[in-house]
């Protein structure tokens, strides 16, 4: 891709993917041709990549590959059986993963802040680009979601700078290394380690492994900022040779937080660094994990001594991202939030969040198994803990198990058991329309509706409005 000249055409299979979206945006920013095909569209970023003018090819075929592309970009959902890639390893068409080519193109020398960890990358990625936008750093950036205050998932990089969410999924099915590896990590945000991506990774001691590789690219005079509570993220600390080791908590860490309240419609706490109060925090974002990850952001930024006040005022300005405790609207008093939690801890600490910004009122949490992990049973018994500070639970049946073997299935129907025999208000339904009367037969006014789920969810959300207006 070196050698490829403004103007050459790039075609991404799999253009739909957080990822692959936002690089597809970078390069037409780059002045390249770009096309893509993909499967299964759905907003936000079907709708960002019409807006690009970015031309997405329904379904995966030969034919997208003519007229014949300088150069494709695999997505990483893209499998060696898929007919669109068959048809390019027959060819003799140059490709590439979408990591390394983030690596080589928009990364390259710059420095490089990853964000990583199992949970929060998106929001403290948007949040660091945020804040680096406050120093003027003109640095490009690539998220897995779309920040509110940027209205896009990407930027192309104008300074010396690159803000880059670091996925520990894999790069591609000719490439079997989680995806940070390629992007050059200077300064590190480490919020978490957790089971994750059971599709991939057998077990934790394998998650593990793929996050010491990340502490070992680390260069000496980078930085890693890491959840000090993290007892997995302390075992991989002394794979790190960074001079520069600074860690943040709750109750713990250089920088810790204290006196955390919602006052007047804000998220608001003291800063405490090396046992001392050192700044106020106020956030728009609510929830101690969101406090986390604006606390993270804090901590590296003062760590390269970046302005404070700038900082803190950046932090105060920051507006959220979009699936991600995103006010919908209101409909008869009745509030819909959606929100992209599909691993257990995420769900659980979701709703918790939902407590704090609407103390009480009822939460009806409605959520769709779709992620690889949440529809094998490897957390069966962790969802029904995660859903009881719910008043009321609505669980879709699993997205699609045809691949999961029958013993390994995440049961819709044990988990509401479960929970109608802990005295919780449970139901399930064969489809989204099934679970939509049940909703609305049950939503009263001052109700709050958080729709969780990683994909489409079958367009359930403009349809929830619908039945609430009739």
Known sequence: MKSLNPGSHIHLIGICGTAMASLAGILKDLGYKVTGSDQNVYPPMSTQLEALKIPIMQGFKKQNLTPRPDLVIVGNVVSKTNPEAEALLASDIPYTSLPKALGEFAIGSRESFVVAGTHGKTTTTSIMAWV??????????????????????FRAPKGNAFVIEGDEYDTAFFDKVPKFTHYRPKHVILTSVEFDHADIYKD????KKAF??????????????????????????????????VSYGDTKGDYHMSDRQVIVGRNQFAVVKNGEATADLALKIFGEHNS????????????????????????????????RQELLGDVNGITVIED???????????LKSMRERFPGRRILAVFEPRSATSRRSVFQDDYYKAFMSADVIFVAQPFDQSKIQEDDRFSTDRLVASLNGSGKI???????????SRMTSLARPKDVILIMSNGGFDGIYQKLFTELNA
Request: include cysteine; charge should be negative; proline fraction near 5%.
């Open 212 to 245: 010491r590789t990340l502490m070992e690219l680390i260069p000496e005079d980078g930085t890693l900022v890491y959840h000090a509570q993290d007892k997995n993220i302390a075992e991989l600390l002394p794979f790190c040779k960074a001079k520069n080791k």
């Open 292 to 323: 986390l990850n604006a606390l993270s952001v804090f901590a590296l930024a003062d760590t390269l001594k970046w302005p404070r006040q700038k900082v803190l005022q950046a932090l105060a300005d920051f507006k959220g991202v979009k699936r």
């Open 340 to 350: 992209f939690a599909h691993h257990p801890t995420a769900v659980d600490l979701t």
């Open 204 to 207: 934790l001691d394998d998650v």
């Open 426 to 436: 449970a139901e399930t339904a064969a489809d989204v329309p099934g679970l939509l």
């Open 132 to 153: 680096s936008d406050a120093m003027n750093l003109e640095a490009g950036f690539l998220i897995g979601g779309i920040p509110l205050n940027y209205g896009q998932s």
